[in-house]
Structure formats: structure tokens, C-alpha cells
């Protein structure tokens, strides 16, 4: 591909926790529709193939196991950075070397994530580098990619939209952003996956989409890659006499996905070969997870293979005495997947949280429960109530069972125990399987059917695999006025906590409550008051922060006082420990002060405190701003 002319594109990244795909699309052509652009990377020592999909995966090679010229990139030929297809081969050999789900590491809120730890448990000999920097090494290499092919068209000069889950915190949103801004990007915006993978629906289906949903539609958006499950609702409404989408909730960031189903795959493998008197060792079992992941692609598909052989690696014939071979048959995936991960279970099902150790290894937040099944049903029970954010309508379009505009209600209204979905959109490549997509659709219209209500249907035109890229351009697109735009804004709630003033006690602390300082489905861009209410602001000394953020407290305006909250509405984040400028006063004095946020067009919230005159009026030249990406 070349270019003879500069042009201005809109560049959507997938920075996965297990692919990345760049698309983009001309902002300058009227009615172009998205691309994915290949990218050129090393498949194996020497060899170099364009690919859809950049695998995200990082390796350390020992000094001693290439050679410089093996690792030659078109635009690099002294290479350092092993990324991609040739990280992942290597790493299966070697998994002490492999940096893995760095994605999923950056937003593990208990620890520090710009601190060299990947990969993570490996021997001191081996070079580390933080869930940042490996994050920005896949993001260099896309954008490398990217200027090789479009030289007058850098990356840098266009408006890039990176995707991330619904359910990163605020300080896995800002590291992303910062990871972008490393390799160059300065116009910049961060964009959900499941709201990503709705606009690359609406873009595929054109003007048809209006024909699968209709006003009152409920859209469970079920995102299932390689190391996360992402939930969230959409709901259909009508604006001006046409249809309009609104994001109405999220699910909480779950990590489990097609890498924990390759993993039973090979504890499987590693069953079968016990039975025939053979050991492996647990660095084996993570070795071939590579082999059992192609297994299960492959006897998952449309085809009709039945049977696919595994080779599991070894350090030498000395050892094992030969390479140990083993196979995967049809029956045996569908059952370990389909009912270990994908189990009929009832709506009123909650995550199964088993004992824990006193003691633990350090390592990622990974769901205890398998059961996709359960977590699904845990949040529809969750978000039975997500409708009531939605502005209601003088046919009420928004009620739980929903029949098109003029048709008599003939059926009892269905019990509202959990949100009732009325349609199904599927994405990431764990719904690519047949045999997986049946049984989600089957479990959630089993549900339904149980409170009479109809049978949700799965929208068609979704792209599994790079659905989310695409949608990202597209939406750079939307932006400019030149598609649909889904309202969305914060996936949550976010409140900070409040010390309240008491005579001290022996053994208590203050009681907290807890201020609203950003409103469920706050825009991007937008700047909210947190009321009228005065609070005092300790300067000049170490303070702490606590900030909170809930997915279920939708009618929370800003300034709303919590003084108490049912258990699981509000989720504690990391606090942040700061130290705030003295302002003419002394280290240690409480100044009044009113609290405004600032909700960015990246998707980061900062809070801001102005200070207060004697006569309560404003004093603009005392502002204090605190990010909530600084508390590493």
C-alpha cells in the first residue's frame, strides 16, 4: 500500500488484551467505509507477514537466542522489541520470558502499574518492563506499521480512538491514554469496546439497522475475548421522530475469557496424560496453551474435524524420553467449555465464591467462578433497574416488555426480577464458536421464557474479530457528524468520600459518607457542580482521597450526600495519597471550598476545589485539581 497525497484519517485501535487490529477510514472521502490495515510483523525468526491482527504479547529473549538479523522489522532493522505472532511462538516454549495480558495488568488496582514486574513471577535474569510500557510497545508497533504504509499520513496527525473496557477505572483509562501519547498521538480519545462494537454493527448494517430494533429495544452487548467478559445495556428511544441508542449500563470488569478456556483445555490435556502414567511439569501445561487454543478454534468451527492432535513441548528427549503427543476430540471441548464455562443455570444465580487461603501468590484479580453463565445472570439480576435513568416517554417506550408502537398488550407484563433484554449483540472471538454462540443465546432466552417474555434475537452483522477496530473508526467519523451517535458517557457513578465532623471516640473512626461527583452518563467534555454545599480542604500536608464509583446508582446528581449505602452499591477505589499546595495560607489549615468535576474528552475525571472568600463568594485564584491518574 502507498500514498501519494496527505490525508486525514480517523484511526480506531482494538488494544486488546490478546489482539490488537488498527482500522481507519478517509474523513476526507464522503461515505467511505472502514479498513483494517495489515500489519507487517515477525511470524518467526527472520520471517516477516502482514496479519488482520498484531497478537499482544511481549517477549524477553536471552541474549543469546537470535540473531540480530532475525529480528529485523521493514522500518527497523536493529529490533529489541519482540511483539506480536513471533512473542506469542516464542513464548510458548519459553512462558518465563513472555509478557502476557499487560491490558488486564494495567487495570489491576492492587499495584503499582508503572512498576517493572512483567513478566510477572520470572527469574531476576530476565529484562522487565511495567504494564505501561508494554502496553505502548504494541501501540509503537501499530503505529510504525501504520507510517510505513501511509508515510505522509503519520499517525500522530490523525484523530486516533483507542478502545478500552467499560470497566476500567479511572486510572486504567489515564495509563492508556499515556500509553497513547508516548508513541505521539495528540488527538487522542478513548472509547468503550462494547459501545465500539454497537457503532461497527450500526456502520455494517447502514440504514438496516433501524429495522432490527426498534423503539423500546433493550440490547445486551456480550463481549467474550481472550481474557476479559465485558456486559453492558443499550436501550433504543426515539429523538425527533428518529431512533436514537443510549448506553444505560455496564457490567464490572471481569477477567475471564477464551485464555481460561485454553488453560481447562490444557489441565485437560495434562488428565489424559496422567491416565497413561506420564507427568508434566506445570510450565508445560502453560506452554501449550497455544496448541489447545488452535484445537478449540478448530473443533468448535463450522467444520467437520472430530479430532486434533496436541504436542507438548520438552526440554530435551533426556527428560520424557520423546516428545509426548495427546489429542482433543469434538465431544471432549464442547463438554469442558460449554458446560464448564457456559453451564444452564438459573437467573437467580450469583458468582460462586469459593474459600480462600490465608496466603495467596501476588498475581492478577482472575473471577474465582468459571461460569460465564453465573456472571451474566448476577448483573442482569444487578441492573433490573437500569431503565429508570432513561427519560421516560409518553407511549413509555422503556417498559420491561416491550411491544411495537400501536400493538395492544395481550400478555401479563413479565416478572421484573432481572432486566429483560429483547435483542442479543455478541462480540469478541469466543462467540465465534457456533456451539458457544448457541448456548449463550440459549441460556438467556431460557431466562426469558421462564418470566414470559419473548425470546430475544441476536442481531446480525457483527465482525467478532475485528468488529471493535472498525467501530472505533467509525466513530471518529460520528464524531465529525457523519453517523449515528450512541449517548453514553460515564458507565458509572463516581462519588469521593467525606469525613464527617464528630467529637472523637476511642476506637472509631469518623463515619464517611459520600459525595457525588459525577453523575451516571456524564458526556465527555462536560463540567458539573457538586452543589451548593461548602467543604473544608486540608492544604500543606499529606492527605488521602477516597473516591468510590457504583454501575447500579443511576439517579445520584452531583452533590447527592450519601450517608449510607446498601452493601455492593459502592465500590471502594484505590485511594489517592497527595500533598496540596499551600495557597498563602499554613501547612496543616482547613479552607472552605465547592468541589466541580470535569469529566475529559478522554475520559479521565479530574476534581477541582475552589476556594471560598470570608463573604462565601467565590476566590477563582485558589483552585486545587486532582486527577485520579496520579495515585501510582
Not at 135 to 146: F, T
Not at 176 to 204: D, F, R
Not at 384 to 404: G, Q, R, T, Y
Not at 417 to 430: D, H, K, R, T
Amino acid at each position: 500500500m502507498s500514498e501519494h497525497n496527505q490525508t486525514r484519517y480517523s484511526v480506531g485501535i482494538d488494544l486488546g488484551t490478546t489482539h490488537c487490529v488498527l482500522s481507519y477510514v478517509s474523513l476526507d472521502e464522503a461515505n467511505a467505509s472502514p479498513k483494517v490495515l495489515p500489519i507487517s510483523q515477525l511470524v518467526s525468526p527472520g520471517a516477516i507477514d502482514a496479519l488482520d491482527q498484531l497478537p499482544s504479547f511481549s517477549y524477553r529473549p536471552h541474549s543469546a537466542e537470535l540473531n540480530p538479523g532475525d529480528c529485523a522489522l521493514p522500518w527497523q532493522e536493529q529490533n529489541t522489541t519482540l511483539v506480536g505472532t513471533i512473542a506469542r511462538t516464542l513464548g510458548s516454549k519459553t512462558p518465563i520470558r513472555l509478557v502476557a495480558s499487560a491490558k488486564s495488568w494495567l487495570c489491576h488496582g492492587g499495584i503499582d502499574r508503572r512498576a517493572k514486574t512483567l513478566p510477572f513471577g520470572s527469574d531476576d535474569e530476565v529484562a522487565k518492563i511495567s504494564p505501561l510500557e508494554a502496553s505502548a510497545q504494541y501501540l509503537d508497533h501499530l503505529r510504525a506499521a501504520w507510517d510505513s504504509q501511509f508515510p505522509l499520513s503519520p499517525l500522530k496527525d490523525q484523530d486516533v480512538t483507542v478502545t478500552i473496557p467499560a470497566s476500567f477505572d479511572p486510572v486504567a483509562r489515564e495509563l492508556t491514554a499515556e500509553a497513547a501519547k508516548q508513541i505521539g498521538c495528540e488527538h487522542l480519545t478513548l472509547l468503550e469496546e462494547p459501545m465500539s462494537a454497537v457503532y461497527n454493527w450500526v456502520n455494517a448494517c447502514g440504514d438496516d439497522w433501524r429495522s432490527q430494533v426498534s423503539v423500546g429495544d433493550i440490547i445486551l452487548v456480550v463481549d467474550i475475548g481472550g481474557g476479559t467478559t465485558d456486559l453492558s445495556l443499550v436501550a433504543v428511544g426515539e429523538e425527533e421522530g428518529k431512533l436514537s441508542l443510549t448506553r444505560i449500563a455496564v457490567g464490572e470488569h471481569i477477567l475471564l475469557g477464551g485464555d481460561n478456556m485454553d488453560l481447562a483445555l490444557a489441565y485437560r490435556v495434562k488428565a489424559k496424560l496422567t491416565e497413561q502414567g506420564k507427568t508434566l511439569e506445570p510450565w508445560q501445561i502453560q506452554a501449550i496453551g497455544q496448541a489447545c487454543r488452535d484445537a478449540k478454534e478448530a473443533l468448535l468451527g463450522d467444520s467437520d474435524i472430530q479430532v486434533v492432535p496436541i504436542t507438548v513441548p520438552s526440554r530435551g528427549s533426556k527428560l520424557f524420553g520423546g516428545t509426548l503427543r495427546c489429542e482433543l476430540t469434538r465431544d471432549e471441548v464442547t463438554q469442558v467449555l460449554t458446560e464448564g464455562f457456559f453451564p444452564l443455570v438459573d437467573i437467580s444465580e450469583s458468582p460462586r465464591q469459593s474459600p480462600r487461603s490465608a496466603l495467596t501468590q501476588r498475581g492478577l484479580p482472575y473471577a474465582q467462578d468459571p461460569a460465564v453463565s453465573r456472571h451474566l445472570a448476577a448483573f442482569l439480576t444487578r441492573q433490573k433497574n437500569a431503565l429508570d435513568s432513561v427519560p421516560a416517554h409518553e407511549e413509555d417506550p422503556f417498559a420491561i416488555f416491550a411491544e411495537p408502537l400501536g400493538s395492544p398488550v395481550t400478555t401479563p407484563p413479565p416478572s421484573t426480577e432481572f432486566i429483560q433484554p429483547s435483542a442479543i449483540l455478541l462480540n469478541g472471538g469466543v462467540l465465534k464458536a457456533p456451539r458457544i454462540k448457541a448456548r449463550v443465546v440459549q441460556l438467556i432466552n431460557q431466562w426469558l421464557m421462564q418470566a414470559g417474555a419473548p425470546e430475544a434475537r441476536v442481531l446480525e452483522g457483527a465482525d467478532l474479530d475485528l468488529g471493535v477496530a472498525k467501530g472505533a473508526s467509525y466513530y471518529g467519523q460520528v464524531r465529525q457528524g457523519k453517523g449515528v451517535r450512541i449517548r453514553g458517557g460515564l458507565a458509572n457513578a463516581y462519588y469521593v468520600g467525606i469525613e464527617s465532623a464528630m467529637p472523637a471516640i476511642p476506637g472509631m473512626e469518623p463515619p464517611l459518607e459520600a459525595l457525588c461527583i459525577a453523575p451516571f452518563g456524564m458526556e465527555e467534555g462536560s463540567i458539573v457542580e457538586a452543589g451548593e454545599q461548602t467543604f473544608g480542604l486540608v492544604i500543606g500536608e499529606p492527605v488521602h482521597f477516597r473516591f468510590f464509583g457504583s454501575s447500579t446508582r443511576h439517579h445520584d446528581g452531583a452533590g447527592a450526600l450519601l450517608s449510607s449505602w446498601a452493601e455492593g452499591e459502592l465500590n471502594e477505589l484505590p485511594s489517592l495519597t497527595i500533598e496540596l499546595p499551600l495557597a498563602g495560607g499554613r501547612a496543616g489549615d482547613i479552607l472552605p471550598v465547592r468541589l466541580s468535576s470535569y469529566f475529559t474528552e478522554i475520559g479521565t475525571l479530574e476534581l477541582e476545589a475552589v476556594g471560598l472568600r470570608a463573604d462565601g463568594t467565590i476566590d477563582s485564584a485558589q483552585r486545587w485539581h486532582v486527577e485520579l491518574d496520579v495515585r501510582d
